[in-house]
């Protein structure tokens, strides 16, 4: 059947289903909600009887064997299901003449024992989780004496508190508080429920079979409409009679806007859907929209008046978005508990014609979306649905209305960063999607995810940066609509990713999303985007011969490489700007690192299923490229002092930190000792052989130009001086720095200054190696009086030196090790035992790379110390260095072994990534000089 036909038969079928006083849903049946009605006793002749017996069958013929119910993937959602199943049966028990309620009930009850244990309150729960599960399990235990033990209950004991201590009773008792009407049943014993009585529709609270039952069971006078609603429930919704219900009834307008939109922006016309049936289902949407001053029936949720204003604006029908417009008129910013309305609205105004008036609201909207996406993976789960892939559909559908908006200069108005933030966001989107087709080319082998992804990829395929690697998408698109075409005329169950109190599926919306997906087509990519990002893309594209030739690269696809430099150019803009922040007065040099470091990072992050979001990624490629920087100041500028002048300059440095750390704060009681002790590591250094700075070092000038006066070389010093407290206020005045735990902070301090510590050590025993005499030819020069062993030296000031440490303790920071109570002297221990086998790993293949261009310089290398001597071939060098390192990264992975279960998998898995980014360092100096190479950049 052609895709028109089925487009037009679901149309056909949705109008069918939908029609009469109450409407319908296409959606699958509740345990929660049917286990409520189970439960609901109305007093007939004096006696109390059970109103809806089908239901209470329901539950008994839905048990599993394994003695849960509703069993899936997310704990979250088998938990409340078998917890109100179970508190169903328990009712039941003393009036019900079945012989095996009470195995059922010891069943059910093993079975959540076990399930408990394993749910986490993290991430994004269930709207409204934290008050019901905690009600139905009081209710046990007063009730039934069956009480649960598992690690997260005090947590979601304390979440309930917490959310009930925010209940307003005057919001509620003047219909004002809707969210709180759609949770009744978690609300007994604490509200008049006889107040409620105005605030019902068509008989229902919220139109949730649930909270409407608790309203019936608990109002002093029998409420004969909201009965009839419930047995409406049960007669129209998707049980047909079975006693199974829904979670929410009636789902009309919420089906009808979703499938009706969804079909029409993939290419289906007004003929193809039908005539006859669009204005009859326009007609629903626009009575809907109108009435009560354009707030469309609360049934649906947060973001149904956007559904609507999607709907009848595609269709030329009059819908001003000026309701949605209101929420983000405030510069503040609202929490939100999941991004779909969000983008849902942003969509209806960028497609208005009133979007001229809605500017700066437009703009608030997408600074939302894309702050949520660059905070990182854990900040975009929607509490609406379980799949991902949807709310990736949805970022990008919002964002890329803005940016065509922008494109057809509808919108001039719009702050460029905010447009390539938004690019960034959706082009990241488009390449995490193709690198997760699985081998049967679907998306997690799901009808509906593979759908959403399809549907995403077409959307953000006509960006013109994608043209080198548009032969993968098409093929990435053709493969996936194969797939899905084999499952598009099956009677299959839709899947439940759907949320409401727990999750559903809806059989119209998994049809048309299918339908949309085989439709849809990639549009014009004429849209001038390129100007804002990069000035050549095959520029862009050119070090992707050198990437390929490494090791872990070597069947990496051509087009991922390519799909990743480009990546990593979208963050050069913002790096460039964070870079001159760390070196204002180095504005006009060329930032040689921005078209390397940034690839690194995208590249590490994507292999590993992008764990680490766009914030963190600029925060390391920022410390990269600082570390570049202080390289070449150390160099240009730092060296060509006295050494003497270099060694007050060194010792001066944690007196520049206190500085820095006490410019317009107050002190805290703990510095002073802090400080002490970071002062003392630094005196403990190796350097015994250092030149020991003197009061007439001004005086000493050593090599330094011996035409520079006094006086000069004073205010050169006193340059340099402010230029190290500048690095150093960057590095401290952070975001992350000033939310991190304390002893994160204070392990920070101590990277800090050992690290710019390192670097003037390090010039000082360059500037000794380079006072020897010269090597006989053909060998290199071996350090008199070594300041340390090898094996010292590299695990500590030449580590220091690689920002190696610092960027560990920083990444921690931004992971917030020690607030999710991972944090234990053995892990912050273990943690920085990772940081310095892996500095010292990429010190080794550093100085692997550089011996040539350091023996004709006189920088110091780990081959001039004396455990070196007597190897003067090259290859020989070589090989030795290599062999250390190998030894060093068995250390690395050790060490990283003993850390996992001691830290939290998220910071676990991106210490992952991290380590995978310095090996791509270290394969690269395998190749080449890489400071070289920046050098030709």
Wanted: aromatic fraction near 10%.
């Amino acid at each position: 059947m052609a895709l028109q036909q089925l487009a037009n038969s679901l149309v056909n079928d949705l109008i069918r289903d939908h029609g009469g006083h109450y409407g319908g849903a296409s959606i699958t049946c509740s345990v929660y909600d049917t286990a409520w009605l189970s439960i609901l006793v109305k007093p007939v002749d004096g006696q109390a009887t059970w109103l809806f017996p089908c239901c209470f069958d329901y539950l008994l013929a839905t048990q599993h064997k394994s003695g849960g119910w509703a069993l899936g993937d997310d704990v979250a959602d088998t938990t409340l299901n078998t917890v109100a199943a179970l508190y169903a049966i328990c009712k039941h028990r003393a009036s019900k003449n079945v012989s095996n309620l009470y195995e059922r009930i010891k069943s059910a009850s093993q079975y959540l024992q076990d399930n408990l244990q394993r749910l986490r309150i993290s991430g994004a729960l269930p709207a409204g989780f934290e008050l019901l599960l905690p009600t139905l399990l009081t209710n046990l235990e007063q009730e039934y004496d069956i009480m649960f033990e598992f690690p997260a209950k005090r947590e979601l004991l304390k979440m309930q508190d917490e959310r009930r201590g925010r209940f307003d009773l005057e919001r509620l008792y003047t219909g004002s508080d809707h969210i709180t009407l759609n949770y009744l049943e978690a609300f007994i014993g604490h509200v008049d429920f006889d107040t409620l009585r105005p605030y019902k529709v068509f008989g229902s609270m919220m139109a949730s079979p649930s909270s409407t039952t608790a309203y019936l069971m608990n109002t002093t006078v029998w409420d004969a409409e909201a009965e009839e609603y419930l047995r409406k429930v049960i007669m129209l919704g998707p049980g047909k009679g079975n006693g199974g219900v829904p979670s929410v009834f009636p789902s009309t307008l919420f089906e009808y806007s979703w499938v009706v939109s969804t079909l029409i922006e993939s290419g289906f016309t007004y003929t193809d859907l039908g005539p006859a049936n669009l204005t009859s289902i326009l007609k629903v949407l626009h009575q809907a929209f109108s009435s009560d001053s354009g707030t469309v029936g609360f049934q649906l949720g947060p973001d149904d008046i956007a559904g609507c204003v999607i709907t009848l604006t595609k269709f030329g029908v009059a819908a001003s978005p000026r309701q949605l417009a209101e929420k983000y008129s405030s510069s503040a910013r609202f929490e939100m508990s999941s991004l779909s309305p969000n983008c849902r609205d942003l969509i209806a105004m960028c497609i208005s014609d009133e979007r001229y008036l809605y500017a700066h609201q437009i703009e608030h909207a997408a600074r939302i979306i894309c702050e949520a996406w660059w905070r990182g993976p854990d900040s975009f789960e929607d509490q609406r649905i379980e799949s991902r892939h949807y709310s990736m559909m949805l970022i990008s559908k919002a964002l890329k209305s803005v940016i065509d908006a922008w494109c057809q200069k509808l919108l001039p108005g719009i702050p460029l960063q905010l447009l390539r933030d938004s690019i960034v966001v959706v082009f990241q989107i488009l390449v995490r999607l193709l690198q997760a087709q699985g081998q049967d080319a679907s998306w997690g082998g799901r009808r509906e995810s593979t759908a959403f992804a399809l549907i995403t990829i077409n959307e953000i395929a006509s960006l013109s940066i994608v043209k080198p690697f548009l032969d993968q998408i098409k093929d990435s698109i053709q493969r996936g609509r194969t797939f899905l075409s084999k499952t598009l005329t099956c009677r299959t169950r839709p899947e439940s990713i759907w949320i409401q109190k727990v999750s559903y599926g809806s059989s119209a919306l998994s049809q048309a999303f299918s339908l949309a997906a085989l439709n849809s087509s990639i549009g014009d990519a004429s849209c001038p985007i390129q100007e804002l990002l990069f000035e050549d893309l095959q520029a862009v594209l050119q070090p992707s011969k050198f990437f390929s030739q490494l090791p872990m690269f070597s069947s990496t696809p051509v087009w991922c490489i390519a799909a990743w430099l480009i990546e990593g150019a979208l963050f050069q803009h913002r790096l460039g700007e964070r870079c001159l922040d760390g070196f204002p007065q180095r504005v006009k040099q060329k930032l040689k690192y921005l078209s390397i470091i940034p690839f690194t990072w995208t590249a590490s992050n994507i292999i590993h299923g992008a764990p680490i979001g766009p914030n963190t990624m600029l925060e390391m490629m920022a410390i990269c490229a600082l570390a570049y920087q202080i390289d070449d100041f150390i160099e240009i500028e730092v060296a060509h002092l006295p050494s003497s002048a270099i060694a007050t300059l060194r010792l001066s440095i944690p007196k520049l930190f206190r500085e820095v750390e006490f410019e317009g704060s107050e002190t805290r009681a703990n510095d002073e000792q802090v400080h002490s002790n970071t002062d003392e590591k630094i005196q403990n250094m190796p350097i015994a052989n250092f030149t020991e700075p003197t009061s007439s070092w001004l005086h000493h000038q050593g090599n330094s130009d011996a035409s520079e006066t006094p006086n000069a070389l004073e205010a050169r010093f006193e340059h340099i001086s402010r230029e190290l407290k500048g690095i150093i206020r960057h590095l401290w005045q952070a975001p992350y720095v000033r939310t991190t735990a304390h002893h994160s902070r204070d392990q920070l301090k101590v990277t800090v200054v050992s690290f710019i510590t390192a670097h003037l050590i390090q010039t000082e025993q360059s500037k000794l190696l380079a006072a020897q005499p010269p090597a006989e030819e053909g060998r290199h020069k071996t350090l008199v009086n070594p300041p340390s062993s090898l094996l010292t030296w590299v695990r500590t000031v030449s580590s220091d030196h690689t920002i190696g440490p610092f960027a560990v303790a920083a990444f921690c920071c931004m992971y917030g090790h020690g607030f999710d109570g991972s944090s234990s002297p053995q892990s912050n221990y273990i943690l920085q035992d990772v940081a310095h086998h892996l500095a010292s790993l990429c010190r080794l293949y550093n100085d692997y790379g550089s011996i040539t261009r350091d023996r004709a310089e006189d920088n110091l290398n780990i081959i001039n110390f004396p455990e070196f001597q007597g190897h003067p071939d090259e290859i020989a060098l070589k090989e030795n260095l290599a062999s250390i390192a190998e030894y060093e990264r068995r250390c690395l992975h050790a060490s990283m072994a003993e850390l996992r279960p001691l830290v939290s998998e998220k910071l676990h898995v991106a210490l992952t990534v991290f380590c995978h980014t310095a090996e791509m360092y270290n394969q690269m100096y395998m190749l080449k000089d890489l400071t070289a190479t920046f050098n030709k950049l």
